[in-house]
């Protein structure tokens, strides 16, 4: 991104007059013209009815469809829209029939509320659970996984960028493995859309999932899900309603047959819409651009970071992401980020069963997690960092 990129991007940012926000893994700050958008469609719907909005902005609903399947390349009808990226992966995830014996394959680094939902499938099935461990550089051992697969194994599931660290995970290979073997692959891609040029056909996924609030700037309570063609007729949803399927007389319900019988009826219709609206948002800047320039700003970050004393860079892997983690000797995470939440800079804390299985094999208890988008300027990399040092030293 050039200068007058950035700056468009920071003008039309209301938030950066107000706070560094260094939290966009948590949630980014929305665009004005996505904000603006969302707001409009809420008083519309205050003003003339919530149904009678839907219907006559029904365009934009669709749009929301056409867009994510541009974002990833995929087609319209795979793309369901669900109020988070959880949910969204657990309609997957539950759609997959496992019995005893069976095998799922997921990675060191995987997202709390995966591994929950593996070890809740398992005890229901009698299906197991594999972890492929790193290797050296602390990426997923692909060669491993050419060992660990075999006829047993009905799934492989993995967190394209693990919400605790920089890592990004090697999608492309683990998918290249995935097809040879014919195993089902389904990617948790919550952190890289919107950081990160996203091609199913080149990840070769057979599903993805994704949020709203993160990197795409969209809105709170909205994700996605994309589910392969060949697959959508193929696979049952956990839950369906009148939406999914349509009934038809004492024992017939007729499944949709578009990857939408994954969602259900009720739902945030401004918040989908303006979700598409922050898609159309960042493909106006372009993905790859967006890219680097969050990768560039994420490594001279951690450039600065390693100069202080006693501070560990904790981000793992060979590529690295917009997501810089650490931790010092003598200050806990929370209490760094609370120093700097009064310095009017935001950062989270990665603790608890988010990283569980990768913080407990490094002997992790928490790091400050901080996230750049590519609206966050140099000086407030600089900003950052001297407030890091002057809390530290
Ligand atoms: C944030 C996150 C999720 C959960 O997304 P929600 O929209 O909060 O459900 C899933 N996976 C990863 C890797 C995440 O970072």
Redesign the pocket.
């Known amino acids: 991104m050039n200068k007058k990129e950035i700056q468009r991007a920071r003008n039309e940012t209301r938030g950066c007059e107000y706070v560094t926000h260094f939290n966009n893994?948590?949630s980014s700050l929305m665009a004005a013209p996505v904000a603006d958008y969302l707001y409009e469609f809420l008083k519309e719907e205050e003003m003339r009815g919530g149904y009678e909005t839907a219907a006559s902005r029904s365009m934009e609903l669709e749009n929301f469809y056409v867009r994510v399947a541009e974002l990833i390349n995929a087609k319209p009808k795979e793309i369901a829209f669900v109020?988070?990226?959880?949910?969204?992966?657990d309609m997957i995830f539950y759609s997959i029939p496992l019995k005893a014996g069976d095998q799922i394959i997921t990675v060191r680094s995987?997202?709390g509320?995966?591994v929950i939902a593996y070890l809740h499938r398992a005890k229901q099935t009698g299906a197991e659970l594999v972890i492929l461990e790193n290797n050296d550089d602390g990426e997923p051992d692909t060669n491993q996984l050419r060992k660990l697969v075999n006829k047993k194994t009905k799934l492989i599931s993995m967190?394209?960028?693990?919400?605790?660290g920089g890592l990004v995970n090697p999608a492309n290979e683990i998918g290249a493995i995935a097809n040879e073997y014919g195993v089902p692959y389904l990617l948790?891609?919550?952190?890289s859309v919107g950081q990160m040029s996203i091609d199913v056909e080149d990840i070769g996924c057979d599903f993805l999932?994704?949020?709203?609030?993160?990197f795409l700037r969209g809105p709170r309570g909205?994700?996605f899900l994309y589910v392969k063609e060949d697959w959508i007729e193929r696979l049952e949803p956990p839950l369906i309603d009148q939406f999914a399927a349509s009934l038809l007389d004492e024992k017939t319900y007729l499944l949709r047959r578009d990857a939408r019988k994954f969602e259900n009826w009720e739902r945030y219709f401004a918040g989908q819409a303006a979700f598409g609206r922050a898609i159309e948002y960042a493909m106006d800047f372009g993905l790859p651009k967006i890219q680097q320039r969050i990768f560039k700003m994420a490594d001279k970050l951690r450039e600065g970071l390693q100069e202080i004393p006693r501070l560990e860079v904790t981000d793992q892997g060979r590529l690295k992401c917009g997501i810089v983690t650490f931790r010092h000797e003598a200050m806990d995470a929370a209490t760094i980020k609370s120093e700097l939440a009064r310095r009017k800079v935001n950062v989270s804390v990665s603790s608890g069963s988010?990283s569980r299985l990768s913080f407990m094999e490094r002997g992790i208890e928490a790091v400050v997690r901080a996230s750049i988008h590519y609206y966050n300027s140099e000086e407030e990399l600089e900003h950052f960092l001297s407030k890091i040092r002057q809390l530290v030293e």
């Open positions: 893994a948590g109020e988070n990226a959880t949910r969204a992966w995987e997202y509320s995966n967190s394209h960028i693990p919400t605790g948790d891609a919550c952190q999932s994704a949020t709203g609030r993160k909205t994700g988010g």
